[in-house]
């Protein structure tokens, strides 16, 4: 068709893809060849079938002259995203419809994983901030909104589940598990399930078992308070001025702060993954919120006044923060002073 060098970025781009996901995967590429078709007018973006995906003309082809860096960035994250389900969705499927959310989600965390591996100069996770974690929280901070893991019992359903909260709220817990269990234990987690259930059917609970047996931590227990229940929490901070005691607690973020006046059973709680920074300590402070309020203290071993604390650095955390306004004044001052990035 005249349009061989429009596919050369995608060759390139899919060769580093293949090498990157063979050796985090652990599992070479199973078959013998791996084709990318693009097809005037296909009518879904792209569709990952085994060996052969398939995409339409502007999800895959590059103008070498005219394309804009935008467009390159488009279309590696859509080849990242497709050959994540190589070995995520296709050397293992999901049983049933309700876990398409962990199928979708986790090719688009993953997705830009790879890219970002690849090219770290397009900083691909700030992006991932803007274009997911806050696409899913605008949604999910509505109180008729609807957990990541729905039933399904009849094919009228399933186009539903196709959403932001299925793809971006779910590719953002996952960048909170990465984070809490550490990306080696994550690893290792992934390669078990995907040798386990090769050429098979697996459940999101499985992938929670062996991420749990890689790391010792009680990942079941932690997602299953992000993936079945509808929202987020918002963590509010409370300390006296230059303390280092401080209180923490959960509610529900929600837009019209209705929660309050509902009854107590719909005042829902997570496991919240928790990271605190201060000005006395370039390590960060760990430690998972199990509880809707919960007292703790900055561990370090410097002497000084806490001038600031900050948490949720890097947003890796699928929630909300509120401080006191003295702490809020304090982070300012610590930005404009350059102790902290913005």
Do not use: C
Request: no cysteine; proline share 4%; net charge negative.
């Amino acid at each position: 068709s005249g349009k061989e060098e429009q596919g050369r970025f995608a060759l390139q781009t899919s060769v580093d893809l293949l090498n990157y996901y063979n050796d985090y995967f652990g599992i070479p590429f199973p078959l013998p060849k791996l084709d990318h078709l693009a097809i005037p007018d296909f009518a879904a973006g792209a569709m990952e079938n085994w060996g052969a995906i398939t995409y339409r003309e502007v999800a895959l082809l590059v103008d070498p002259d005219n394309s804009s860096a935008g467009t390159r960035q488009i279309v590696a994250a859509i080849i990242s995203h497709e050959m994540a389900h190589m070995w995520f969705g296709d050397l293992v499927t999901m049983k049933w419809w309700n876990d398409l959310w962990l199928n979708e989600s986790f090719a688009s965390w993953m997705g830009d994983k790879a890219v970002d591996a690849i090219h770290p100069e397009w900083d691909m996770w700030t992006q991932f901030l803007t274009a997911d974690t806050a696409s899913a929280f605008s949604l999910d901070g509505l109180s008729n909104s609807h957990p990541i893991e729905q039933e399904v019992n009849n094919p009228a359903e399933i186009g539903q589940l196709f959403d932001a909260i299925s793809y971006s709220k779910g590719g953002s817990i996952l960048r909170m598990l990465e984070d809490f269990i550490g990306a080696s234990d994550f690893q290792k987690g992934i390669r078990a399930y995907l040798t386990d259930n090769s050429y098979g059917n697996a459940e999101t609970q499985d992938l929670w078992s062996a991420l749990e047996v890689s790391s010792g931590k009680p990942v079941g227990k932690v997602m299953d308070s992000w993936v079945k229940q509808t929202g987020f929490p918002m963590i509010s901070a409370d300390r006296a001025q230059d303390s280092k005691n401080i209180k923490l607690s959960q509610t529900r973020f929600l837009y019209d702060h209705i929660e309050d006046k509902q009854d107590n059973k719909e005042k829902t709680s997570w496991f919240v993954p928790i990271k605190i920074g201060s000005n006395l300590e370039d390590n960060l402070q760990t430690l998972l919120m199990e509880s809707r309020d919960i007292k703790i203290q900055l561990e370090t071993n410097q002497k000084g006044n806490v001038s600031w604390i900050k948490l949720n650095p890097n947003q890796t955390g699928f929630y909300r923060t509120k401080y006191t306004e003295s702490d809020l004044e304090n982070l300012k001052n610590a930005i404009v002073a350059g102790e902290l990035n913005p």
